[in-house]
């Protein structure tokens, strides 16, 4: 396990059920190869996404958090993402002032059908918390 | 509390590639968990039995099954856990497949994040509240968006199973893109003579309601209520009074007008009935064209309608109409032949597209039925098809195969012999795509009994030269480069999305593709049912197709949706918001930003104002919840402890 803890960071995923969570079942269904850094939260709306869930996982161990929702306009809500949007838009210029790089923290809309976006998306962001590296000391000595 | 996990290897597709054994191992030393076993397939019948048996002899009280998708089977599992006494809210899934096996090629990496969304799953499971249904009536009415052929079946088909229909339409008459065809393939039945019928059916049908030009402005509701606006848009003809005679459109003296209906293969009056079998056979001014409205001056239809018919002044009315379900079947469009420069872009007149030709071969067509080029009128004894022109063709976006496009080619060629007897026709294709019934034999007759040539290989450039038109391709089979001479070509052109399918799917709340096809809820298992509960898809807005095909899916979407009526009464989903009134303090923030205004603000016995949910309107979005300050108002299933629990599974570990 040590070994498996070395190679991975800890990437949480917020993905609303309609849109992006089917995204990656296609991602899924299509086998597109992606790194296994992330763990994957569904909720039903990309507006159910409290931002205090974001700052508490970044807060407590995990080294990115990834949000994506269904396309602006085409929310299966109508316009939870709008919400959505406006929270965490103001959640990533608050980042820096909890000392948190804002760069750990993505948002993105990817609808059920781009399962290659998904694959892309996980990609990039998951080379992008490895470049930043490590948020949290390794409680290496804990038994 | 006694948890029980489950873990399915679903054959070799997650035990592949991650490590089940440790997957129980490690999951049985979660606190809470009682029992976890692994089971090759637990969806099938005794994998069922399975869970059942544990939930009595280990006495579990929380299931979790570690499987494939939520999307896939959540469902089949709540049953299951339901039909062994539990709340079916008292069930979990972690998803190990889509999300881990299917993408991650290392098993170790892989086996440690499949440890690690058991987890997850099992310490929102332990959050769990039991929920309950309530149950709703329905509006048994169905709105049907498109008159194509397979709208048209889903309304009879709703209808004869006495079901109230609306059937919105937004050009003047029903009958779609089949009503301009003047064959079918592969049997050369008459179009128009098999679908007339069923069009009048529509007409006359005492259960179907028709729109015809009219358009949906709003949906609002859930399944089982819907409220509809639907705009009957101005046609400038009172169709109360019009006996579609037809003395308007001889006497217009406007005669340009562009044909719709024809394509533009010639122009029409600028008052108009679209073709002689129109459903409502009534006419319709097109304002771009009339004199009296580019003018201000003519009168001309209104002097000679013998029933005082015609009202410049008309507006567009809106009406508000209550339905429980919607069946989509608003069609596709074609690929602008501007879009094919190669092809010359739509400059030359005798490059034209595969339903223009049918519109030209059609008896009521133009031209009455005679083949003749556009720029002369003279009968073409030299005809190149053009296959493919636009579909699979990644470099304008259409990397997809239009479906039936070889097959109409093939229609047309034998058409032209049987109308022109000493013609020579010429395909060029990429393959021939003829996988139906009576559809290979079909595209050998083209070949070996009416001799037409087929040339496998693409079209690389159209150009005039006198009065001949210049097709230059390869022929791959042979390996060199061949040129025809042609006096008409055809473009078998791309079968793309309306333009305005991406606004459909907004107002319907339904997901579509890049290329603004609908999405299905399941490729194989769902073919006609959308994500959101109570619509429905029908025909080629949900992908290229061909007319059995759109038939089939007109039918079944009625047939799904006389299944959801067959009952009185509708279970909601009770994963519903739900305000603690102790923590409420009346702020109303979440009655502002809810989506489906399903929150009141109500007044308690002493006075004091908190929020109040109606469960019915209530959709599950959850928006509430993350706008309350005070974490008084929390949607059951994905309250922010059962999240956090989940949160907390990952980051402290």
Not at chain 1, 64 to 72: I, R
Not at chain 2, 121 to 130: G, L, R
Not at chain 2, 399 to 414: E, G, H, L, T
Not at chain 2, 568 to 593: F, H, Q, R, W
């Amino acid at each position: 396990m040590s070994d498996v803890a070395a190679r991975e960071l800890r990437i949480v995923g917020f993905l609303c059920n309609w849109c992006s969570y089917g995204g990656a079942d296609t991602a899924g269904v299509s086998r597109f190869k992606q790194p296994t850094d992330l763990r994957i939260i569904r909720v039903p709306c990309s507006g159910r996404v409290d931002p205090l869930f974001i700052v508490k996982a970044l807060l407590n161990g995990a080294d990115g958090v990834l949000v994506s929702g269904c396309h602006p306009r085409d929310c299966h809500y109508t316009d939870g993402n709008f919400y959505a949007r406006r929270r965490l838009e103001m959640l990533k210029r608050l980042l820096p002032f909890l000392g948190i790089d804002e760069r750990r923290f993505h948002y993105t809309w990817i609808s059920a059908s781009e399962g290659g976006k998904w694959q892309q998306t996980v990609t990039d962001f998951t080379k992008r918390v490895h470049e930043l590296g490590p948020l949290h000391a390794k409680k290496e000595a804990t038994p | 509390m006694r948890v029980g996990v489950f873990i399915c290897h679903c054959g070799n597709n997650i035990a592949g590639t991650v490590d089940v054994a440790k997957v129980a191992e490690e999951t049985r030393k979660l606190p809470g968990v009682v029992y976890a076993t692994t089971y090759m397939y637990t969806c099938s019948e005794p994998g069922q039995e399975e869970i059942k048996k544990a939930i009595k002899n280990e006495n579990l009280d929380r299931v979790v099954v570690s499987a494939c998708s939520p999307r896939m089977h959540e469902l089949t599992f709540r049953r299951t856990v339901e039909k062994a006494g539990l709340n079916r809210y008292f069930f979990e899934m972690a998803n190990i497949r889509e999300h881990v096996s299917w993408i991650g090629e290392n098993k170790e990496l892989n086996t440690n994040k499949a440890i690690e969304a058991v987890r997850m799953a099992v310490e929102k499971v332990k959050q769990n509240k039991p929920l309950y249904s309530s149950s709703f009536k329905i509006n048994k009415r169905v709105l049907v968006i498109g008159g194509g052929v397979a709208g048209m079946q889903a309304a009879l088909d709703c209808a004869d199973g006495g079901l109230e229909v609306l059937l919105v339409e937004k050009s003047p008459s029903v009958g779609g893109m089949m009503a301009r065809l003047d064959k079918t393939f592969p049997t050369i039945d008459c179009s128009i003579c098999i679908l007339g019928p069923k069009m009048v059916d529509v007409a006359q049908h005492d259960k179907i309601k028709l729109y015809a030009y009219s358009e949906i402005d709003e949906i609002k509701g859930y399944v089982g209520n819907y409220q509809i606006k639907i705009r009957k848009k101005a046609t400038y003809v009172d169709w109360t009074k019009c006996t579609g005679c037809g003395t308007c459109m001889e006497k217009c003296p406007s005669k340009n007008s562009y044909d719709h209906f024809n394509f533009g293969v010639a122009p029409t009056r600028a008052i108009n009935i679209p073709f002689p079998q129109a459903i409502p056979k009534k006419a319709k001014i097109d304002p771009d064209y009339c004199r009296q409205f580019v003018k201000g001056k003519c009168g001309v239809c209104a002097k000679v309608c013998p029933t005082k018919a015609i009202d410049y002044e008309m507006q567009d009315e809106v009406i508000t109409e209550e339905v429980g379900a919607i069946i989509v079947s608003t069609g596709y469009s074609l690929i602008d032949i501007e879009r094919l420069p190669e092809y010359g872009g739509g400059r030359y007149p005798d490059v034209i597209t595969g339903i223009q030709y049918e519109r030209i071969l059609n008896a009521s067509g133009p031209t009455s039925g005679h083949i003749v080029r556009p720029s002369d009128h003279v009968e073409p004894k030299t005809v190149v098809f053009v296959a493919c022109a636009g579909s699979r063709d990644k470099s304008i976006g259409i990397p997809y195969c239009s479906n039936f496009c070889c097959m109409y080619i093939a229609k047309q060629a034998i058409l032209t012999k049987d109308h022109v007897p000493d013609s020579q026709s010429y395909v060029f294709y990429m393959d021939i795509r003829s996988p139906g019934k009576g559809y290979d034999e079909f595209t050998r007759r083209a070949q070996e009994e009416y001799g037409v040539k087929y040339i496998r290989g693409r079209v690389s450039r159209i150009y005039p030269k006198g009065n001949k038109m210049i097709v230059k391709g390869a022929d791959t089979l042979l390996g060199t480069q061949v040129e025809v001479e042609a006096d008409l070509v055809v473009l078998g052109t791309a079968v793309i999305s309306n333009s305005d399918a991406g606004h459909m799917a907004e107002k319907l709340h339904i997901s579509y593709d890049t290329f603004g096809f609908y999405v299905e809820s399941h490729p194989k298992l769902r073919p006609v049912e959308t994500n959101t509960s109570g619509v429905f898809l029908a025909g080629a807005c949900q992908g290229p197709k061909d007319i059995p095909a759109s038939v089939c899916q007109g039918s079944a979407a009625a047939s799904k949706v006389q299944a959801l009526f067959s009952k009185d009464m509708l279970e909601s989903d009770p994963a519903v918001a739900k305000v603690n009134i102790n923590a409420c303090v009346g702020c109303l923030k979440c009655v502002k930003t809810c989506p489906f205004q399903a929150i009141k603000e109500k007044e308690l016995r002493d006075g004091r104002v908190v929020a109040d949910v109606i469960e019915t309107v209530c959709a599950g979005c959850g928006v509430c919840t993350s706008t309350c300050p005070c974490g008084a108002i929390q949607l059951q299933h994905f309250t922010d402890n059962q999240l956090l629990a989940e949160v907390n599974a990952i980051c402290l570990t």
